[in-house]
């Protein structure tokens, strides 16, 4: 089998995991959801005015990102439509993030660190 047979073949895997079908029906559940939409339109103009006063220097950086994720907590403790959607998408990325390092420290002969920031990996909880 060639590499590109098997990249088809796990490519086909990962489409046919449960943790792609549990994030296409959490999407899906999203989509059909109008208070889940509301409060994701609402969420996207807070960051727009965030981006705003980022631009016009009357926010700081870490300010900003400070108020973008409590923005963020709020609408998702607001919809279980929304939180079943990011714990979808959170174990889909710990899986994909896991075949990538899997892959590469085959490429490499080393697998990345644990850098505590769980938003630079998937593989280690």
Do not use: P, W
């Amino acid at each position: 089998m060639t590499i590109l047979e098997k990249a088809n073949e796990l490519g086909q895997m990962i489409k046919d995991s449960a943790e792609m079908k549990a994030l296409n029906e959490a999407e899906e559940a999203q989509s059909h959801d109008d208070e889940a939409q509301q409060l994701i339109a609402d969420f996207n103009i807070k960051r727009m005015n965030l981006a705003k006063k980022l631009r016009e220097e009357t926010l700081t950086q870490e300010e900003a990102v400070k108020q973008n994720n409590e923005a963020f907590n709020e609408m998702v403790e607001k919809s279980e439509t929304i939180k079943n959607y990011v714990e979808a998408k959170k174990a889909f990325d710990k899986l994909v993030n896991g075949v990538n390092s899997t892959i590469n420290l085959y490429i490499m002969g080393e697998q990345g660190g644990c850098t505590h920031d769980c938003h630079t990996c998937g593989g280690c909880h």
